[in-house]
């Protein structure tokens, strides 16, 4: 069964790097397109960007200059980095695994990590 | 600011059929990229509940059922039960957002 596990900091002042990573553990790590998703109360949820195993990324437009997204195959792990965090990033991150089989849908999701960004 | 446009609540009672529309446009569901749907109960991550407009994940149970048509796509839930009140989410792609990921603004589904 495929288990998708998040860690990472969850409280930066403003101007900070927020820096989060996500395991997958019992499932293939390639074929599959891995992806940050995060939901705030007023914007609900907005698409980060997406890795996929060869190394390939696409990052949504509004936050394109302050996202990487990065992996390491080796241990099944990708990472999200989004620098010069403001209030406005305040929000509960989710990775999860974007299956081509299912038309790209996720189809595993972490369980979410609170990030509060403070002044 | 989701491209995707969701009623913000609906509401039945148990037993009753419920209805949630996703209206997107030419550069998303009406480009012919598939929908997605997700269920969201309180303080969970999102669950997959319909993919590639009318398919049901293994363990979701029939009463879910998906369908798109033109710019705009339906999740149904026939036979309304107590734990179906939650959070949905469509989800599709964009062209105009240079493929990117796009979500509804979701619905809350209230069982009376």
């Known amino acids: 069964q495929v288990q998708v596990q998040q860690w990472g900091a969850g409280l930066l002042k403003a101007s900070e790097t927020l820096s989060l990573t996500c395991g997958v553990y019992g499932g293939s790590f390639s074929g599959y397109y891995w992806s940050w998703i995060r939901q705030t109360p007023g914007k609900g949820l907005e698409w980060i960007g997406e890795?996929?195993?060869?190394?390939?990324?696409n990052n949504n437009p509004s936050l394109k200059s302050r996202v990487t997204i990065s992996r390491d195959t080796s241990r099944n792990q990708f990472s999200l980095k989004l620098n010069s965090v403001t209030a406005a990033d305040t929000a509960v991150y989710y990775c999860?695994?974007?299956?081509?089989?299912?038309?790209?849908?996720?189809?595993?999701w972490g369980q979410g990590t609170l990030v509060t960004v403070s002044s | 600011q989701s491209v995707l446009t969701q009623p913000p609540s609906v509401s039945g009672t148990p037993g009753q059929r419920v209805t949630i529309s996703c209206t997107g446009s030419s550069s998303n569901i009406g480009a012919g990229f598939a929908v997605h749907w997700y269920q969201q109960l309180p303080g969970t991550a999102p669950r997959l509940l319909i993919y590639?407009?009318?398919n049901r994940p293994s363990g979701v149970p029939d009463r879910f059922s998906g369908s798109k048509s033109g710019t705009s796509a339906s999740l149904a839930i026939t036979g309304l039960q107590p734990e179906d009140e939650a959070d949905y989410y469509c989800q599709s792609y964009d062209t105009n957002l240079s493929g990117s990921g796009v979500f509804g603004t979701g619905t809350k589904v209230t069982v009376l």
């Open positions: 999860a695994r974007g299956s081509v089989e299912k038309g790209w849908a996720f189809d595993y």
């Open positions: 590639g407009n009318s």
């Open positions: 890795i996929d195993y060869g190394g390939s990324t």
